[in-house]
C-alpha cells in the first residue's frame, strides 16, 4: 500500500517568514495530494490540493508543488501570521485509499 | 446542511465492551470513511464505502466492522473494545471520483 512520509515533525517560524514542509510517496500511481489543516481539538479541514496532472498550484500565500518522477510534494505558506499556527498534514490517494502523513506542527511566533 | 456529524463526542469503555460510533451526512456523498488519530501518526483509513450496500477496509481494519445501508449513514461497530483502540475517530465524505473530503468533528473515544 502506499506509504506518505513528512517532514519536518516541528517547524518553528517567525511571523512574515515562509514556511515549508515536504512529503513523500511510495505510490507511483497516487493521482491526488490534498494539504490539511488541524487546529487543536478541530476536525481536519482542506486548505489546497493538487492532482498529479499539474505540477503547481497557488491559493493566496499557500502554494504546493509536486514533482511526479521523484514521487515527492510540499506546502509552503508565505508571509506567515499567528493564526496559521496549527498541525498540517498531507495526504496521497489511489482510488479509494488515501494515506496520510504523520503531521507538521507549526508555530508562528509574533 | 449539517455536514459530516457524528455521535458521540465522548465515550469511555471497559475492555471488551462493543458499542457503535455514528456518523451522518445530508451532502448526498457516495464515499464514506473512518479514519482513527493516534498522537504522532496522522490520520489511518479504517473502512471505507463507495455508496450503500458497499464496503471495503483501508489500512488498520482489525476490530472494527462496518455496514452501509442507506447513503446518509456509515456506522463504526467495536465489537469488543481495546485499550488500543483509544484514538481520536474521524468521520468524512466527499463525493464518488471528487477528492475534498469533509470531515466530521470527532469521536474521542478511551478504552480502560
Known amino acids: 500500500g502506499e506509504n506518505v512520509e513528512q517532514h519536518p515533525s516541528t517547524l518553528s517560524v517567525q511571523e512574515g517568514d515562509s514556511a515549508v514542509i515536504k512529503c513523500t510517496y511510495s505510490?507511483?500511481?497516487?493521482?491526488?495530494f490534498p494539504w490539511y489543516k488541524q487546529e487543536l481539538g478541530k476536525r481536519p479541514q482542506l486548505i489546497i490540493d493538487?492532482?498529479?496532472?499539474?505540477g503547481e498550484k497557488k491559493d493566496q500565500r499557500i502554494a504546493v508543488t509536486l514533482n511526479k518522477t521523484a514521487k515527492h510534494f510540499s506546502l509552503h505558506i508565505t508571509e506567515t501570521q499567528p493564526e496559521d499556527s496549527a498541525v498540517y498534514f498531507c495526504?496521497?490517494?489511489?482510488?479509494?485509499?488515501?494515506?496520510f502523513g504523520a503531521g507538521t506542527r507549526l508555530t508562528v511566533k509574533p | 446542511n449539517a455536514g459530516v456529524t457524528q455521535t458521540p463526542k465522548f465515550q469511555v469503555l471497559k475492555t471488551g465492551q462493543s458499542m457503535t460510533l455514528q456518523c451522518a451526512q445530508d451532502?448526498?456523498?457516495?464515499?464514506m470513511s473512518w479514519y482513527r488519530q493516534d498522537p504522532g501518526m496522522g490520520l489511518r483509513l479504517i473502512h471505507y464505502?463507495?455508496?450503500?450496500?458497499?464496503?471495503d477496509q483501508g489500512e488498520v481494519p482489525n476490530g472494527y466492522n462496518v455496514s452501509r445501508s442507506t447513503t446518509e449513514d456509515f456506522p463504526l461497530r467495536l465489537l469488543s473494545a481495546a485499550p488500543s483502540q483509544t484514538s481520536v475517530y474521524f468521520c468524512?465524505?466527499?463525493?464518488?471520483?471528487?477528492?475534498?473530503?469533509?470531515f466530521g468533528p470527532g469521536t474521542r473515544l478511551t478504552v480502560l
Open positions: 464505502s463507495v455508496g450503500a450496500g458497499i464496503t
Open positions: 493538487i492532482r498529479s496532472n499539474v
Open positions: 468524512a465524505s466527499c463525493f464518488f471520483g471528487g477528492n475534498e473530503q469533509f
Open positions: 505510490d507511483s500511481a497516487s493521482n491526488y
Open positions: 451532502m448526498n456523498h457516495e464515499y
Open positions: 495526504a496521497a490517494k489511489f482510488n479509494n485509499d488515501m494515506r
